[in-house]
């Protein structure tokens, strides 16, 4: 059974131009960057991290910049909130209620260390209220964490708008771009954004590559210790083959695959217009390959679980996130009740995806939704 895979915004396959330009890296050019001093193979490597380094850098327009290569957005989150606050000591961050739950949890992590968190909320789109905002920024504010595009309905956040904000409160500003960049332009001359983390499995590229793009004036306290990697930030071995893969996703990504994959999200959002009593969660203003999806008066957990036997693989705003069955954080900041917040799922369309594989989930749906409402106490038939 070939299965149709809608959960892009978890991970993507790698592209085999991707893959091809990692392979050399495992079978030839092996050797470590931190071998430099020793031999020429040491040598090679450290050229193909330096390049990949100031690609990330250049495409980012980040002059006053370092690249510190992680090993996921994960890490580079942590690194900037915790490495930030560490080297601070004291004060308060202010972050969004719909934030990734590696910010989140994060902070609060660094709440039980003392650091005071501050939560800005948003409105029924996702969209961060920026008088809130201001008003919760003051002179002990440390860090100000509001992400670019939302993990699960993928709203896009107005950068320029905050990074006044906080330029003008004189607070440095962190954002995760973790599921927009390259899909959308950062331009970091133009943004007053501090630091940026950008992952690399989302748009083609491999897993086990990251970056914290963070200003050269910065400091940051290192989470891991022990070499001199990356500006002695990020002690370990880097992954060269990941990194090298990273710049060449970056590189491939075009217009053309943007507009491919909003292709896709606009005809299935015409189509699941004929399964009634349903909501759309995602605004127009949204990443272009996710879509959210309330389907009223059932489970979302009972319908993944049903496409999945289909061999469709679409994830739950609620348990798939976080290994519980607590509804969704996100759905919940933009007003949802726990009942509509249960009923969703993330479709997550990519540049792999047809047509062809849309019109036949959208006949899955039509059958499983109408078989879940059946048996549900909550339906009623019009």
């Known amino acids: 059974m070939n299965r149709i895979y809608f959960d892009n915004a978890a991970t993507t396959k790698v592209d085999d131009e991707v893959l091809n330009a990692m392979i050399p890296f495992f079978t030839q050019n092996y050797a470590i960057a931190s071998s430099i001093f020793s031999h020429e193979d040491g040598l090679i490597a450290q050229e193909a991290l330096e390049s990949a380094r100031a690609f990330i850098l250049d495409k980012l327009s980040a002059k006053d910049y370092r690249c510190i290569f992680t090993s996921n957005p994960t890490e580079s989150n942590n690194l900037a909130l915790k490495g930030i606050a560490f080297s601070k000591k004291k004060g308060n961050i202010v972050v969004s209620k719909i934030e990734d739950l590696s910010i989140i949890n994060t902070c609060r992590f660094l709440q039980k260390k003392g650091f005071e968190i501050r939560y800005a909320g948003v409105n029924n789109e996702g ?50 771009a973790t599921f927009s960049f390259p899909f959308f332009d950062i331009d970091l001359s133009k943004y007053n954004i501090d630091l940026l983390t950008i992952g690399s499995d989302t748009y083609y590229g491999p897993k086990g590559a990251s970056a914290l793009i963070a200003k050269n004036s910065i400091e940051l306290e290192p989470l891991i210790t022990g070499g001199y990697q990356e500006y002695n930030l990020r002690a370990g071995t880097q992954n060269i083959p990941a990194i090298v893969g990273m710049q060449k996703a970056i590189e491939i990504f075009d217009k053309k695959i943007y507009d491919y994959i909003k292709n896709l999200k606009d005809y299935f959002l015409e189509k699941i217009n004929q399964i009634p009593h349903i909501r759309i969660n995602s605004p127009k203003m949204s990443h272009p390959g996710i879509v959210n999806v309330t389907f009223l008066f059932i489970e979302g957990e009972s319908l993944t679980l049903r496409l999945n036997l289909r061999g469709v693989s679409v994830i739950t705003g609620s348990a798939c996130f976080s290994k519980s069955l607590e509804a969704s954080h996100v759905l919940l900041a933009c007003g949802l009740t726990h009942e509509l917040a249960h009923g969703s799922i993330r479709f997550s369309f990519g540049k792999f995806n047809t047509l062809k594989e849309i019109d036949q989930t959208i006949e899955y749906l039509k059958e499983d939704v109408a078989f879940l409402r059946n048996l549900s106490p909550l339906y009623k038939e019009d």
């Open 127 to 176: 969209v961060v209220n920026l008088n809130e905002l201001n008003n919760l920024i003051d002179d002990n504010t440390i860090l100000v964490s509001i992400q670019h595009v939302n993990q699960e309905i993928g709203t896009l956040q107005d950068l320029i708008s905050i990074g006044e904000i906080c330029k003008q409160k004189n607070c440095l500003y962190h954002c995760d």
